[in-house]
């Protein structure tokens, strides 16, 4: 294990000290006032003064920006040259003359004033310097907040996060190196080409539903269910900000088992990793597709955390061929903030054309892709009870790989579908989105949606 000299953290080899030291403490950011350190942060800065420049005494801490100034011939002497001035106001006007700064609060006999490090401001205390760094502060911790919210901020994407937990996980002694370098190399590999290495798959969950409902009927008067569904879970890589990923993959990997769209699908027979999906995404935005959101992203996902919505899926799969549409249900239209019209329109999706009275229904209707505010998860089925309740059956990317694993296992216990259902109640965010495919556009077809993508709206349901 090697250490790193900025901050103690234990590190696997010399070359990862340099990419830690490159990456976390020589990052944008300004410099140090004292040495010229650059740290990755304002954050960084402020708890390096704290480490490397404290002040004597007990729990006292040295302000950011304090200089001392060289001795003039006045108590009024220039902090940047130790020229004299006869006056405060006299001061001020030569900082700002000769300087091109900008002098805050001068009190008579000051003999020490403080440059902020983030812009021309000097000031005559400590306290006035800490005040105004405060609102440098806020100001860059809001910005920044919004970005790290989407993902959009520069800490990197998949690989990057995939490794630092890795790290971790070794550091905490949860794994050991060997594994860890093993689980790189097949990351690596599994970026190179381009392909999801399923080490978060679970697959025949639909086929173990099939077979539950098929001998446990009780209340159920009738389930449809989409087959060949798998399920992907979040990873080390993507856990936090990944969920529309997984979504996809869900959805790809139902898509991929249905001969209608093998034409669409034949250069995308294996199901893609993340950082593959964003490169996807990004050659949609290429072709003209949705250019308003395209922009919202500066045009860039991969190398970044950046979360998907309803709008880059649709993007996405018209881009592949996919005839899909987007429907929006804008408002609550029950009471307590519930949708049974989402419910409604699930079941309407699912038993269109189908007539007969088999109790369990397993169609050829790919799965759904529903999206709410900062969380997304795919609809494999809905159940209607014998009292008419609806409830949808749910594949969350959130739920761990081991959690489907037992599922497969208990399959025959009663409570086997209840991790997967969610009714009515269940569903109470102000507004929920669902992306639907249903068949393969014609190339003409497909160049008129990429003409109306520019102005791209959802269908409401009202």
């Not at 940047?80 to 106001?89: N, Q, R």
């Not at 029950?334 to 699912?350: A, C, D, I, K, N």
Request: proline letters at 6%; charged letters at 25%.
């Amino acid at each position: 294990m090697q250490v790193c000299d900025v901050c103690g953290q234990e590190l696997l080899s010399e070359s990862e000290v340099r990419s830690h030291l490159a990456r976390v403490h020589l990052g944008p950011g300004p410099p140090c006032p004292f040495c010229g350190f650059r740290g990755g942060g304002y954050d960084q800065l402020r708890r390096h003064i704290d480490a490397a420049h404290p002040e004597p005494g007990p729990q006292s801490s040295r302000p950011l920006g304090a200089a001392t100034a060289a001795p003039g011939p006045s108590p009024l002497a220039c902090p940047l040259c130790g020229e004299a001035a006869a006056s405060a106001p006299g001061l001020e006007a030569h900082v700002q003359a000769r300087h091109g700064r900008l002098l805050l609060a001068t009190a008579p006999g000051n003999k020490q004033l403080y440059e902020c490090p983030m812009c021309d401001l000097v000031c005559a205390s400590p306290q006035i310097l800490q005040e105004h760094v405060d609102l440098h502060l806020e100001e860059c911790s809001f910005s920044e907040g919004i970005n790290r919210q989407y993902g959009l901020d520069d800490s990197g994407g998949y690989k990057q996060q995939f490794l630092k937990n890795m790290e971790r996980e070794v550091n905490r002694g949860r794994m050991q190196p060997f594994e860890y370098h093993k689980r790189k190399t097949d990351m690596m590999e599994s970026l190179a080409f381009g392909v999801d290495d399923g080490k978060t798959k679970s697959s025949g969950v639909i086929e173990a539903l099939c077979k539950y409902y098929q001998n446990e009927f009780k209340d159920v008067r009738r389930i449809w269910l989409s087959v060949g569904v798998d399920h992907f879970s979040s990873s080390l890589g993507d856990r936090g900000w990944g969920c529309g990923y997984r979504n996809f993959q869900m959805l790809l990997s139902s898509l991929l088992k249905n001969d209608m769209y093998n034409d669409c699908l034949q250069d995308h027979t294996l199901i893609p990793s993340i950082p593959k999906i964003q490169s996807m995404i990004e050659d949609a935005w290429k072709e003209g597709f949705d250019p308003r959101g395209a922009s919202h992203f500066n045009n860039r996902l991969r190398g970044t955390k950046a979360w998907i919505g309803a709008c880059e899926i649709y993007s996405l799969l018209t881009s592949l061929r996919l005839k899909c549409r987007v429907i929006d249900f804008h408002k609550p239209t029950g009471p307590m903030g519930t949708h049974p019209r989402l419910f409604e329109w699930v079941l309407s999706y699912y038993s269109r054309g189908r007539e007969d009275g088999a109790k369990v229904v397993c169609t050829s209707k790919p799965p759904l892709y529903l999206q709410h505010q900062g969380h997304s998860r795919t609809v494999v089925g809905i159940e209607e009870k014998k009292n008419r309740t609806l409830c949808l059956l749910i594949f969350d990317p959130g739920c761990p790989s081991q959690e489907m694993q037992k599922l497969l296992r208990h399959n025959s216990d009663v409570t086997f579908p209840k991790q997967l259902q969610k009714f009515v109640g269940s569903l109470k965010d102000k507004q929920y989105q669902i992306v639907a495919v249903d068949g393969v556009l014609l190339p003409e077809e497909k160049a008129a949606r990429l003409e109306a993508s520019q102005v791209f709206t959802a269908e409401k349901i009202p």
